[in-house]
């Protein structure tokens, strides 16, 4: 089981400015195999990675005003597990899997005919499967600022604490959607990762354009004796068809490529919190894989 792949932001507005159902997902992800180096040229072997995810968002305190805004309160949860398969020296260089689970509590408050504001609180258990402790837990949230510019047009801004990227760090957050009458709709989400994309529906079958998108995955590891933060921070792109077979189930495939997947080990403390901002390193990375996933929605 995995992290948010869609995350608890996103699910919620989608959810506060449409159906106000309970709504989640379960999905697999194949990465191939590729090659571990950095920018040295130096060569730590290769490895490959299976993921199982799934998140399930429950409004349990909803009103709905005359003009058609929402006022709700949900509780969104999400696990993940990823499987590493590597060779050579990537083999000491990464867990053999990584745990990711997160509950979070979100609020959407409409402010005027136009603004809301929208804020999550949440915690999770980041680690490998062996070494799940107290200090394993991480926590994130942040606030968003949500505009309707007029019957097409979305826009959102605000900041939050992440671990989106792997490391934990504090970012601005975006979201812009814009979807015309023609049922063409473009989408640039920093919410909570950061995901550019262009969709359009033909009857119940759905198909998106993802141009890029990038998160991660991480894990609380002791090392040399001390508490540090593992992270695999991913940049991807690929073809998302959907199919709906009604208002409550629907099922989907994705093919694309997994350009990149850096690695990176820092400390527990908040002047390595803060030294993600401004450092550059020579963290080594994966190389490009073929990536494949698929799995269904829900809603009730």
Request: hydrophobic share 40%.
């Amino acid at each position: 089981m995995f992290k948010f792949i869609y995350s608890t932001f996103l699910m919620i507005l989608l959810a506060g400015f449409t159906e106000s159902h309970a709504q989640g997902y379960l999905k697999v992800e194949h990465l191939t195999s590729s090659e571990l180096k950095d920018e040295l040229g130096n060569r730590y072997g290769s490895g490959n990675m299976q993921v199982v995810s799934g998140g399930y968002t429950l409004p349990f305190s909803i009103k709905r005003f005359d003009n058609g805004q929402l006022r709700s309160l949900s509780v969104g949860v999400s696990a993940s597990f990823t499987k590493l398969e590597n060779e050579g020296k990537a083999l000491e260089m990464n867990p053999d899997d990584i745990f990711n689970a997160n509950l979070g509590l979100s609020y959407l408050q409409p402010l005027n005919r136009k603004w809301s504001m929208m804020a999550v609180l949440g915690a999770g258990i980041y680690s490998s499967t062996s070494e799940i402790t107290s200090k394993s837990i991480l926590a994130n949230g942040g606030a968003v600022f949500i505009v309707k510019l007029n019957e097409n047009v979305d826009l959102g801004f605000g900041a939050g604490v992440t671990n989106s990227y792997g490391t934990p760090m504090a970012m601005p957050m975006l979201y812009f959607s814009w979807h015309p009458n023609w049922k063409l709709k473009f989408q640039i989400d920093l919410t909570n990762s950061l995901k550019v994309a262009a969709s359009t529906e033909i009857g119940r079958l759905r198909l998106e354009l993802i141009g890029i998108e990038m998160d991660g995955i991480s894990a609380v590891r002791k090392i040399d004796g001390q508490s540090k933060i593992y992270s695999m921070v991913m940049l991807r792109s690929g073809f998302r068809p959907s199919f709906r077979f009604n208002n409550h189930f629907g099922i989907f495939l994705e093919a694309g490529g997994n350009w990149v997947r850096s690695i990176s080990v820092t400390d527990r403390s908040l002047k390595a919190f803060f030294n993600t901002f401004k450092e550059e390193s020579n963290d080594p990375y994966f190389k490009t894989a073929f990536r494949m996933s698929g799995g269904f929605e829900f809603k009730f």
